[in-house]
């Protein structure tokens, strides 16, 4: 493939990706909203465990945030009774976030609708292409990842 083929898979490729990443975020945002939480406030309530607790520091490595953007969204979570912050038994310094009982019945109906969500896309491609489509995802991620200079969590 010469030069030229390749800047026009590429410019095909990056706009795919748009669409993707426009579709995906439409979708989460109206399951979300429907809620009453924004999209970071969701994916901040999807990386906690249902049970247990993480740590600041283990919470936004999970989400691949700063400390302060993760300190932020749990604030507007807490306000919303949908998490806790207890201090660490063992470490008074270190703050632990948990579900409240009303944060993990919000983490159960989140995480049964996106499932559902997922099986019903999954649903429209062929069960040989799932694993091809996945892989190349896969590499995808690797290569952007790469080109990034791994400035950004896989």
Known sequence: MNLTETSILGTK??????QLVRLYQSCDRIC???RGVSAS???????????????????????GLANSTTTRVVDQLVKKNLVQRREDSEDRRVVRVQLTAQGRELWQTLDTELHDFFDQVMGGIQEDE???ILH???RLTTALAKALGGCCPE
């Not at 490729?13 to 748009?18: H, M, N, T």
């Not at 906690?48 to 989400?63: I, T, V």
């Open 13 to 18: 490729v990056q706009r795919q990706i748009y």
């Open 32 to 34: 979300l909203v429907e």
């Open 41 to 63: 406030q969701g994916y901040t309530l999807l990386s906690l465990p249902q049970e247990g607790s993480l740590n600041m520091n283990e919470l936004s490595e999970a989400m």
């Open 130 to 132: 799932r694993p091809v």
């Open 136 to 138: 190349a995802l896969e």
